[in-house]
């Protein structure tokens, strides 16, 4: 006895992270979707509408899964708009998709310090005072730290002078 199914149903995406519109520097960003429906064979992701994909064999319904934008495929996108694009399949071959707009910075800040000098480096009991310049279209942390300690002190984007 053979026992058949007939799929009426769509599977769906529900893209829970990244975020719509966030911001992702050199590192992969990681994902988290929520795929639903009967039978779901398999899903997949897209960068760009390019032919990079990783495909991924799924039994599953009604299921989380997470996992990692491949390190390689990130790699090939500079800094740039990245239109990211999650596909399911369900066995009976019916494909639904969900895709969000991710902006990728992969262009390091460049820090200047322009207190204390080189030529001022030593200080007596009153602590140095500092000035840095700090360029970068999107600032999000900025933070010091002294020889050999773990602890970041962080700073405020119109702090970039004062008395450490």
Same mark, same amino acid.
């Given at each position: 006895?053979?026992?058949?199914?007939?799929?009426?149903?769509?599977?769906?995406?529900?893209?829970?992270?990244?975020?719509?519109?966030? $911001?992702?520097?050199?590192? @992969?960003?990681?994902?988290?979707?929520? $795929? /639903?429906? *009967?039978i779901l064979e398999s899903?997949?992701? #897209?960068? /760009?509408? &390019?032919? $990079?994909?990783?495909?991924?064999?799924?039994?599953?319904?009604?299921?989380?899964?997470?996992?990692?934008?491949?390190? @390689?495929?990130?790699?090939?996108?500079? /800094? +740039?708009?990245?239109?990211?694009?999650?596909? #399911?399949? /369900?066995? @009976?071959?019916?494909? &639904?998709?969900?895709?969000?707009?991710?902006? *990728?910075?992969?262009?390091?800040?460049?820090?200047?310090?322009?207190?204390?000098?080189?030529?001022? $480096?030593?200080?007596?009991?009153? @602590?140095?005072?500092? *000035?840095?310049?700090? +360029?970068?279209?999107? #600032?999000? +942390?900025?933070?010091?730290?002294?020889?050999?300690?773990?602890?970041?002190?962080?700073?405020? &984007?119109?702090?970039? &002078?004062?008395?450490?």
């Amino acid at each position: 006895m053979i026992t058949l199914y007939k799929e009426l149903s769509h599977p769906s995406i529900i893209i829970h992270s990244p975020i719509e519109g966030s $911001l992702h520097g050199i590192q @992969a960003p990681r994902y988290e979707i929520e $795929l /639903n429906g *009967k039978i779901l064979e398999s899903f997949w992701y #897209v960068i /760009n509408n &390019s032919h $990079l994909t990783l495909q991924s064999p799924y039994y599953s319904v009604n299921d989380y899964v997470q996992g990692q934008i491949s390190q @390689a495929h990130w790699n090939r996108f500079g /800094n +740039e708009s990245i239109d990211l694009t999650f596909i #399911v399949k /369900n066995k @009976a071959g019916t494909c &639904s998709n969900a895709t969000i707009r991710l902006q *990728k910075d992969n262009i390091l800040p460049i820090i200047t310090i322009l207190q204390p000098s080189k030529d001022n $480096l030593i200080f007596g009991e009153q @602590a140095p005072s500092y *000035k840095i310049e700090v +360029e970068d279209w999107n #600032v999000h +942390e900025t933070w010091y730290m002294f020889n050999g300690s773990l602890n970041r002190y962080y700073l405020t &984007s119109n702090e970039y &002078s004062g008395i450490i």
